[in-house]
């Protein structure tokens, strides 16, 4: 197969690479709502993987998880958010999110 030619590192978090690389095609100009929802179930996803999880990292996930959850509730509903929402949201943008798993992966965090 193909995917064995990519490094160990790559195929063992490819599910993570997947939801990031799918929050980044859909981030155009702003935040959209879908990428927010396949960045924090990355970063979850990630962190739930990984042996050992800082204090902090868990309530940067957990608050994700709220913040996922009230866009995918409007996204679905069809109903605007506040611009602060939006501003907020992007600590769960597509660069955010591969920067902490990137970190996790090199082990500075």
Same mark, same amino acid.
């Given at each position: 197969?193909?995917? =064995?030619l990519?490094?160990? !590192?790559?195929?063992? &978090?490819? &599910? !993570?690479?997947?939801?990031?690389?799918?929050?980044?095609?859909v981030?155009?100009? $702003?935040? /959209?709502?879908?990428?927010?929802?396949?960045?924090v179930?990355?970063?979850?996803?990630?962190? +739930?993987e $990984?042996?050992? !999880? /800082?204090?902090?990292?868990?309530? +940067?996930? &957990?608050?994700g998880?709220?913040? *996922?959850?009230?866009?995918?509730?409007? +996204?679905?509903?069809? =109903? #605007?958010?506040? &611009?602060? $929402? $939006?501003t907020?949201?992007?600590? +769960? /943008? #597509?660069?955010?999110?591969?920067?902490?798993?990137y970190?996790?992966? /090199?082990? *500075?965090?």
């Amino acid at each position: 197969m193909w995917i =064995e030619l990519l490094p160990p !590192v790559v195929i063992e &978090n490819l &599910n !993570v690479i997947a939801l990031i690389l799918l929050g980044l095609l859909v981030e155009k100009q $702003y935040i /959209s709502r879908p990428a927010i929802w396949a960045n924090v179930a990355a970063i979850n996803i990630h962190l +739930y993987e $990984y042996p050992y !999880v /800082s204090e902090w990292l868990t309530w +940067y996930a &957990n608050i994700g998880i709220l913040f *996922a959850g009230l866009a995918l509730f409007t +996204y679905e509903f069809d =109903e #605007s958010l506040p &611009n602060w $929402y $939006y501003t907020a949201a992007w600590a +769960y /943008s #597509s660069i955010p999110v591969a920067a902490l798993a990137y970190l996790t992966w /090199s082990g *500075a965090l």
